[in-house]
């Protein structure tokens, strides 16, 4: 869908060592132009690091970065089309909101009162109006963030670096802002990318996200892609939440397989639902989503494949959701390991939270599974 | 009833502040007092008599040799001012910003050892260094770059300068050094990412947040070489008296306390107005800190 579009950056076998540490170990990307990206992971694996290489702070032991089909290795920070929002937001503290804004227009041949104009906008844009002779300290959180913001959107980059621009927001100032960056970029047309290590926000905000573990990229899809066909355990560990249960596999053809899951019987997958991605996560595995599933009340229909039995071990009421770990009956039965699998349910009206330890019907599709060998 | 927790955090606060203080009013505010008193008084040869004038300060502001002194004292130590923070800023960004964090404190260590001789010693290793017959004369001599002995380093001004900033080097270099250690990195990254080369990030960023530093160093400095008295007198050789010189002489070899006494808080006065200015330039760069 974003295929047509030219790239913005590439990244060709990026590698970076600090010292004897491997911190980038063979990056392979490319980022289209004005395309939403996202780099997800937990921490220390490389996001900030794969960041500042592309903002030219850091030199790369190895490959290529490429900024709009050009490459980059000698052109320093300041020569770079890319501007960043840093995770500190390094709001300049003897300068005053318009100052900080406007530092980066000291050469840009426009008059002065053009460019005060141009700050005013900008200010205006990130939700800052009238802020102008603030001194930078005597601002919230959420107000240097958009100062930053503003600093490096008035110069029009190609690319805006944003490093885990929102984390130091609360959750409220947080869903805020998320959607206003999401605005923002559709409004300006900048190719932005993102670090974060909130899935959350990486989901709700990218066009793709780059899922990356231990300096390599893990999977570079869009959200929807990562969430329901993760490539691995980790990445489906790592993004929301997914049970897992041990698989057997009993034939193949033609890429897809038939398995057999303790608790759910044997079960068909076509070969969009298998991934082969890690070979070392020890044994072929069967994934699913807790909202994938549906808890049956007594003598409930429903119009799915599939129906299993099961005990309710646990209930945890969140208000509009309830979740609930659940023993199969038969997951079991392989190896005698019990498997407690977790459902959620949104408690619309009309429907009743169940109670710890009542035996229950779930339903469910294939169609949900996907298989890790 | 907070009320009175307050009071008794008071009183213990007080009495935990009460030996200092009165230590402090003892050796620093009964003197200034007491030459503060003497400065009114009137001169009568040898002893003090206890009448009130004005005459010691028409004096110290008429007679031009108190003006020349009072000068050149001013020009000294503006000079030794410049050079030492002039010379420390380097050494403190070198310090800050490219010695490996583990190495700072040795560094910081070694910036210190200067002090661990006497500040009279070290005045007297300069005036070995640059005397006539000095270690710089006879280098240079011995090795042919110069037929006669160099006699613009010592017992004058140069010497004096050079042998100040010398001795104040580590006063400025400290001040300058925590200042630049407080300036998050990533301004500087801030600064080159929105375009700006190393220098003008240096400029428009280093500068001005470790100007407080700076300032404080020139007052650091400038404060007490206005006053010194040991420099001018060995490395000046008596001949380039400054103003503490002065007020020796009249202290001390004349016993004309009125009027040295006139000298010393004209002295305290110039260097307070000095000092204002200073503070004041220095809350224009702290106005927009946090
Ligand atoms: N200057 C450096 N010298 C040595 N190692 C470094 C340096 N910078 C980063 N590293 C190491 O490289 C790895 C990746 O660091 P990076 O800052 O990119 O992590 P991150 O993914 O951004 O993590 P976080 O989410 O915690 O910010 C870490 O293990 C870190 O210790
Ligand atoms: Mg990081």
């Known amino acids: ?373 | 009833m907070a009320k009175g927790g307050l009071d008794a955090q008071a009183r213990q606060g007080y009495a935990l502040i009460a030996p200092p203080f009165l230590y402090a009013a003892l050796v620093l505010a009964a003197p200034l007092l007491t030459i503060l008193a003497y400065s009114f008084l009137t001169d009568g040869y040898l002893e003090v008599v206890r009448e009130f004038t004005w005459a010691n300060y028409v004096q110290v502001w008429t007679d031009p040799i108190v003006r020349t002194v009072m000068l050149r004292s001013l020009m000294v130590s503006a000079l030794v001012t410049l050079v030492t923070v002039a010379l420390a800023f380097p050494v403190a960004y070198y310090v800050s910003f490219l010695v490996r964090p583990q190495k700072k404190a040795t560094w910081l260590f070694l910036i210190t050892i200067p002090f661990w001789t006497s500040y009279l010693i070290r005045v007297f290793l300069w005036k070995v260094i640059l005397g006539y017959n000095g270690v710089v004369n006879s280098s240079l001599t011995g090795l042919g770059i110069i037929d006669e002995p160099l006699t613009f380093i010592l017992y004058n001004v140069n010497s004096i300068v050079i042998t100040l900033a010398h001795a104040y080097a580590p006063f400025a270099i400290l001040p300058i050094f925590v200042a630049l250690e407080k300036i998050d990195r990533s301004l500087l990254e801030a600064g080159r990412d929105l375009g700006e080369s190393r220098a003008m990030t240096f400029w428009r960023v280093t500068l001005p947040l470790a100007m407080p530093g700076v300032l404080a160093a020139v007052l650091i400095v400038f404060i007490p070489t206005i006053g010194d008295y040991v420099t001018p007198e060995l490395i000046g050789g008596g001949k380039i008296p400054m103003i503490a010189n002065l007020i020796q002489v009249q202290m001390l070899a004349l016993d004309n306390r009125p009027l040295g006494s006139a000298l010393a808080v004209t002295t305290m006065a110039i260097v307070a107005v000095v000092s204002i200015v200073f503070l004041l330039i220095n809350r224009r760069f702290l106005k927009v800190r946090s």
């Open chain 1, 1 to 373: 869908m974003t295929d047509d579009r030219k790239p913005m950056i590439e990244c060709r076998g990026v590698h970076k060592h600090y010292g004897d540490y491997h911190a980038l170990r063979g990056i392979d990307l490319t980022i289209r132009a004005g395309e939403f990206f996202s780099l997800l992971g937990p921490s220390g694996c490389g996001k900030t690091t794969l960041l500042r290489t592309i903002a030219g702070f850091e030199d790369i032991s190895e490959g290529a970065i490429l900024i709009d089909e050009k490459r980059m290795d000698e052109v320093p920070a300041n020569k770079r089309p890319t501007n960043m929002v840093f995770q500190s937001y390094a709001i300049f503290p003897h300068l005053t909101v318009a100052q900080n804004v406007a530092f980066g227009l000291r050469r840009d041949p426009r008059g002065k009162a053009e460019k005060s104009a141009l700050v005013d906008e900008t200010l205006a844009l990130v939700g800052l109006r009238g802020f102008g002779n603030r001194a930078a300290h005597a601002l919230s959180g959420g107000q240097r963030q958009r100062v930053a913001l503003a600093r490096a959107l008035i110069l029009k980059p190609k690319v805006l670096l944003l490093d885990e621009p929102l984390s130091a927001l609360d959750r409220k100032m947080r869903e805020q802002m998320q959607v206003e960056l999401i605005k923002l970029q559709r409004q300006v047309g900048i190719t932005f990318v993102l670090v974060t290590h909130d899935q959350e926000e990486a989901l709700v905000m990218s066009d793709r996200i780059a899922v990356m573990f231990e300096g390599e990229i893990a999977q570079l899809d869009g959200p929807e892609a990562l969430y329901a066909r993760p490539a691995n355990r980790r990445v489906a560990d790592f993004i929301g939440v997914m049970n897992f249960l041990p698989a057997r596999i009993v034939a193949e053809q033609g890429g897809g397989a038939t398995v057999e899951v303790p608790g759910l019987g044997m079960v068909d997958l076509p070969a969009r639902q298998i991934s082969r991605a890690n070979p070392d996560d020890g044994g072929p595995t069967i994934g699913f989503r807790p909202e994938t599933m549906t808890l049956l009340g007594a003598g409930a229909t429903h119009s799915q494949p599939r129906e299993t039995n099961a005990t309710i071990d646990e209930v945890v009421y969140y208000g509009d959701m309830t979740y609930y770990d659940l023993r199969l009956d038969g997951a079991a039965a392989m190896d005698g390991k019990a498997r407690p699998v977790r459902i959620s349910m949104r408690n619309v009206f009309g429907r009743d939270v169940q109670e710890v330890g009542t035996r229950t019907r779930l339903a469910w599709s294939p169609g949900s599974l996907v298989l890790f060998r």
